[in-house]
């Protein structure tokens, strides 16, 4: 036990005679490890709280948007092929569909009294709400009466809400939208920011939205939206009502075997993996900026223990006349070079978890310090002593016994 233990306490002896230099060494590995749990404990965060947003939309949402145009091999704007019609054949002919929400969106100046804003002003059906798990705060939502009629009724998000009848109660207030002057009767639930958010949307039924803006129709005389949202009565049913919706619309949309889809279908399962893929990809980026750091910190601990290699020659001579041999020599350096490394991890560590935490109390931000960060972070410190002390280490147990004595 005393043969394994001894390089280890002599390593440790080296570093404690001279605290300054061991601890100057130290100071770029705890910049680097700091650096790299800090930047990827925000990348984490992101994607926690995104995921967290897409997820409550609902694990049962199928969402279809217009495809892109073919012309010439090559890819245009955002095709014009959804239909109420093709709604309400999805509804009528796919199973395990609980419900369905065609949408049509365009972006209005909204006006009430003195104030105003720009919103994205959404016409779809009372469905709408239960399909996309929104919430009504205050008032309710339009009703299968209020579609029909075709009543010229909004509900509001919380930040539009906010931006129009802030300190007051929007509800049985008037707003205009161009040429249509329309009844607030609810206001949602906040969201939160995330992509999309319902807090800047405004509701209405679809059939009023027609009277606000003009509705374009296909050459059939279709009209068109802007998507539609679906659920699922189970999500392990969510792959076959995709092939079910994707035969249907290339059958309605007359699309030949060779031809592409006219239409994009996303459940927010795709969505959540493919967001999470690509922030993902960008936290390993930021990672990979932060480990720069350490990368220079590393060639810092070559130069630090160069440099007393140079300074304890003498030792190493009298270590290698008293019957020393290289491997414990060399053992000794690269030990104390892994220590070094070890100790700055340790405390990068601790100076990245309490930034990433100032970082998440103050609210900007969502961070997140995972397990396999921080045992990453260490591991890589630990390694670039390993690496960078191998050098100075063999260079030491190479060292000529006499010439070693001999040195002033």
């Known amino acids: 036990m005393r043969k394994w233990l001894e390089p280890v306490i002599t390593a440790w002896t080296g570093i404690a005679t001279h605290k300054l230099r061991s601890f100057l060494t130290t100071l770029g590995i705890v910049i680097g490890v700091a650096a790299v749990i800090t930047l990827m404990s925000v990348g984490k965060g992101a994607e926690a709280q995104i995921l967290a947003n897409i997820k409550s939309l609902g694990s049962n949402l199928i969402t279809i948007y217009p495809g892109a145009i073919m012309a010439f091999g090559v890819r245009g704007g955002a095709s014009q092929t959804l239909t109420i019609q093709d709604a309400e054949a999805i509804s009528q002919q796919v199973p395990y569909i609980s419900a369905v929400a065609p949408a049509y969106s365009s972006r209005l100046q909204l006006i009430a009294g003195n104030k105003n804003t720009n919103a994205q002003v959404t016409g779809t059906t009372p469905q709408y709400l239960a399909v996309n798990n929104l919430k009504v705060a205050q008032g309710s939502f339009f009703t299968d009466d209020d579609y029909q009629r075709g009543n010229k009724v909004v509900v509001l998000g919380a930040t539009v809400a906010e931006d129009l009848f802030a300190g007051t109660s929007p509800i049985g207030q008037q707003i205009r939208m161009g040429t249509v002057i329309a009844r607030v009767i609810g206001v949602l639930e906040s969201k939160g920011a995330m992509f999309g958010s319902p807090d800047e949307a405004v509701l209405m039924p679809l059939t009023a939205m027609q009277q606000a803006v003009a509705q374009p129709r296909t050459p059939q005389g279709g009209k068109i939206v802007s998507s539609i949202s679906l659920t699922v009565t189970d999500e392990k049913y969510t792959e076959e009502v995709i092939a079910s919706i994707k035969s249907l619309l290339r059958t309605r949309h007359k699309l030949s075997d060779f031809a592409e889809d006219d239409f994009n279908i996303m459940s927010t399962e795709q969505l959540a993996s493919t967001l999470s893929e690509a922030i993902g990809t960008m936290t390993l980026l930021l990672g990979a900026i932060a480990a720069i ?115 002033e």
């Not at 190493?316 to 690269?334: H, T, V």
């Not at 070079?337 to 991890?345: D, F, H, K, R, V």
């Not at 931000?365 to 960078?388: E, K, P, Q, R, Y």
């Open 293 to 407: 750091s350490l990368l220079v910190g590393g060639i810092g601990v070559m130069n630090i223990m160069l440099v007393s290699v140079l300074e304890r020659t003498r030792e190493i001579g009298i270590r290698k006349a008293l019957g020393a041999k290289e491997r414990d020599i060399w053992g000794q350096f690269l030990i104390e070079a892994a220590m070094l490394c070890l100790a700055g991890g340790i405390i990068g560590v601790i100076l990245g978890w309490s930034v990433a935490f100032i970082i998440r109390s103050t609210g900007t931000m969502t961070t997140l310090v995972t397990a396999d960060i921080v045992f990453l972070a260490v591991s890589v410190s630990v390694g670039i002593g390993l690496f960078f002390g191998f050098y100075p280490a063999w260079n030491a147990s190479r060292l000529n016994p006499i010439e070693a004595l001999r040195a």
